[in-house]
């Protein structure tokens, strides 16, 4: 089956610039999670979305950051504007629905590598 | 609030050697998951192991198994054999209650040829 996709893979921006990131996760799955990837540092979730309603934002720069998904496939990813500390790989996930007894297993995108110069 | 701690930055073994990556977590839930992730330099994060807080025997896949001791809050992975292949970051990860993964910051392992 076809893996969760990000795009794009790289993006360089200067501060103040806004920028978008992509996810189409598995087929089926219905929760899918955003996370930001400092370099050197584990993920951390900035979003959880279960079919296309949050269930979890309360990592989520909301001053600067915004993500939706429309008709609970894909999801966007909006920073505006950048920071240099938003410099980071931002990672997509989902996963299957909860009665599938898999619920918790997370599958990954490439994800996206972001500079802020 | 739940923290996940890794203590080895990083660590190398010997092709065909065994390796134990360290990991201990703090939570005040007793039902909950813990997971190890493994993510290749320059690809994506993939599932090694998973286990359930409520199951005493402690998980296996092939050459990975875990040392899951619930008392201590530690959740060590085993890597027999090791591989080329298994040159990667590895992060520890816990989910409770609310369904969100929370990660180590990840152990480097290098494996020498």
């Known amino acids: 089956e076809a893996g969760v996709a990000q795009s794009p893979r790289y993006k360089i921006i200067e501060k103040r610039q806004s920028v978008a990131f992509w996810c189409n996760p598995i087929s089926g799955h219905a929760t899918l999670y955003w996370y930001q990837q400092i370099l050197g540092q584990g993920p951390k979730l900035l979003i959880q979305f279960q079919n296309n309603g949050v269930v979890d934002d309360s990592q989520l720069p909301k001053d600067r950051f915004s993500a939706e998904r429309l008709k609970g496939v894909d999801s966007t990813l909006k920073i505006q504007p950048a920071k240099l500390e938003d410099s980071a790989v931002y990672l997509c996930?989902?996963?299957?629905?909860?009665?599938?007894?898999?619920?918790?297993?997370?599958?990954f995108g490439p994800g996206t590598r972001l500079t802020v110069l | 609030a739940q923290t996940v701690t890794q203590s080895q930055p990083e660590m190398s073994v010997q092709e065909a050697e065994t390796v134990t990556l360290s990991c201990t977590y703090d939570t005040s839930e007793n039902n909950y998951y813990l997971f190890w992730y493994k993510q290749p330099p320059s690809r994506q994060m993939i599932l090694v192991i998973r286990q359930e807080a409520y199951k005493q025997q402690n998980a296996t896949e092939n050459r990975f198994s875990v040392n899951f001791q619930k008392a201590a809050k530690s959740f060590s992975l085993k890597i027999s054999d090791s591989q080329l292949g298994d040159t990667a970051m590895y992060f520890c990860?816990?989910?409770?209650?609310?369904?969100?993964?929370?990660f180590g910051k990840g152990t480097k392992l290098s494996v020498k040829p």
């Open positions: 990860a816990f989910e409770g209650s609310q369904g969100n993964l929370i």
């Open positions: 996930a989902s996963s299957e629905p909860w009665t599938s007894g898999r619920e918790n297993e997370q599958f």
